[in-house]
């Protein structure tokens, strides 16, 4: 792969985190009708039949092994938005990213080689203790959603690693059959909680919205993105996550952010655009 090549995939991935920090805010105005569980159930079963219909997976052929990546991509990809989702009934949604960016954290320590690969990890991990508002808040965070959403950050790490798996020498079908896993393992838990809300046809344009923005888009963005792409340059590439969560807030829910926060998008940036310069230089000197 030539140095520039690994712009391409950069500017996917960042593409579609922005998608994905845009549909989060749009997100919060399904939890009074269906709750969390339900909404993503709604989110991932639209994203799914747009997918479906899209890319019509079926027309394809896997072996025994692909299946296997597919399968524990789709697994780990319901489970990381039930947890996160979850974890945004508790717990601010800022806080929340901030906690389960610890997944792609642990790949990118994982799998760093060089000095300067520490840095922008570092820088990152400065970023986001500038992030985490814990000054605006009486109390504790509440312990459960901690836990969740660090749960979540453990599935988005198997999610970094098994989509690599699943999108090597494969398409935007895997992505469809990654979604579609997913929403069936979400179904349970959403028809539990929501029951006859999910078919309400008056949520179904948000959803359909929030469906769009948050999986459907991004994860086929990502899917094209990861075999492309060095797993520990992606999961630096994440630490833009909180960021971009925070302008999401600014302009879709008016949330504003104190000097702190703002030097913490600032350090987040910065790690992210050094992690990418760094491995442009890498391949070229390889080369």
């Not at 994203?47 to 991509?73: G, H, I, K, N, T």
């Amino acid at each position: 792969m030539r140095p520039q090549s690994v712009l391409l995939p950069v500017s996917l991935v960042i593409l579609a985190m922005v998608f994905t920090q845009t549909g989060a805010s749009f997100a919060k105005m399904l939890f009074p009708a269906v709750g969390a569980a339900g909404a993503t159930t709604l989110r991932l079963t639209l994203a799914a039949l747009v997918l479906l219909a899209l890319f019509r997976p079926w027309r394809y052929r896997l072996d025994a092994a692909q299946w296997r990546a597919v399968l524990l991509y789709g697994l780990v990809m319901g489970a990381m938005n039930l947890f996160f989702y979850a974890a945004l009934v508790t717990i601010p949604l800022g806080v929340a990213v901030a906690l389960e960016f610890t997944g792609p954290l642990a790949v990118a320590l994982a799998g760093s080689r060089r000095p300067l690969d520490f840095i922008w990890i570092v820088l990152a991990v400065l970023g986001l203790g500038l992030l985490l508002p814990l000054g605006h808040f009486s109390g504790p965070l509440d312990p459960v959603g901690v836990a969740l959403a660090l749960c979540a950050g453990a599935c988005w790490a198997g999610y970094i690693v098994f989509g690599q798996k699943a999108g090597t020498g494969g398409g935007p079908h895997i992505t469809a059959l990654g979604v579609s896993i997913a929403a069936l393992l979400t179904l349970p838990f959403g028809i539990a909680t929501a029951g006859p809300a999910l078919l309400d046809p008056a949520i179904w344009p948000i959803g359909l919205a929030v469906a769009l923005l948050s999986s459907a888009i991004p994860y086929a963005l990502d899917m094209r993105a990861l075999p492309h792409i060095p797993a520990r340059l992606f999961s630096i590439l994440m630490s833009a996550q909180p960021a971009l969560a925070a302008l999401s807030g600014l302009l879709i829910l008016g949330e504003t952010l104190g000097p702190l926060q703002s030097g913490g998008i600032f350090a987040i940036i910065l790690a992210s655009l050094g992690s990418t310069i760094t491995a442009m230089r890498s391949k070229r000197d390889d080369r």
